[in-house]
């Protein structure tokens, strides 16, 4: 596949339409993510005096993290599904799905984390925003807990097995700090 900035929308669409294991739920929250943070970008940009001058640039970089992050993504399930395939009887298949599920969980967990600062910002530019800019801004914070919530759940399903693990844990404040993002901004 092509990477994922070059690939036209509706492509990418039918790519995740298809059954097959990529691209799946993650990549699909890192473009989600990336195009919360593209509108927050845009709302930012058009409310130039209302925000903080370093808005635009915040935005971007969580923009093009995210897309990064979705293009990881794509290959960082594989070797769990290569675990998965060993037979039951195999005396390194527990330790391999074990190493291969936390290395998958890495990529949601960071996509997580940049929806939850993605949020933040479109409630700080949201705020600011006059009426004709905030929809988009508030649209983003949507989108952006959305994503966020969507890879949490991709690590706490990943991770399942392990009580009380930072990772998860991890993930579910980025979950708490989208939510809490996400209201700030409609309110």
Do not use: H, W
């Not at 769990?80 to 330790?95: I, W």
């Amino acid at each position: 596949m092509t990477g994922l900035a070059e690939l036209p929308l509706g492509r990418f669409l039918e790519e995740v339409a298809e059954a097959k294991p990529a691209p799946g739920g993650g990549t699909s929250a890192g473009c989600a993510c990336a195009l919360a943070a593209a509108l927050v970008e845009m709302a930012a940009r058009l409310a130039q005096g209302e925000i903080s001058v370093d808005g635009p640039a915040r935005a971007s970089g969580l923009r093009q993290r995210a897309l990064e992050l979705a293009e990881r993504e794509l290959s960082s399930y594989e070797p769990v599904l290569a675990a998965l395939r060993l037979p039951r009887d195999d005396p390194s298949r527990e330790q391999r799905l074990e190493r291969t599920l936390t290395a998958a969980s890495e990529p949601p967990l960071a996509i997580a984390e940049a929806a939850a600062e993605t949020a933040v910002l479109a409630a700080q530019v949201a705020r600011a925003s006059s009426p004709s800019v905030r929809g988009d801004a508030l649209t983003g914070a949507v989108l952006a807990e959305a994503a966020c919530a969507a890879a949490a759940a991709l690590v706490e399903i990943n991770l399942s097995q392990r009580a009380g693990d930072p990772t998860v844990d991890r993930a579910r404040a980025a979950r708490r700090r989208a939510s809490e993002a996400r209201a700030r901004a409609l309110a």
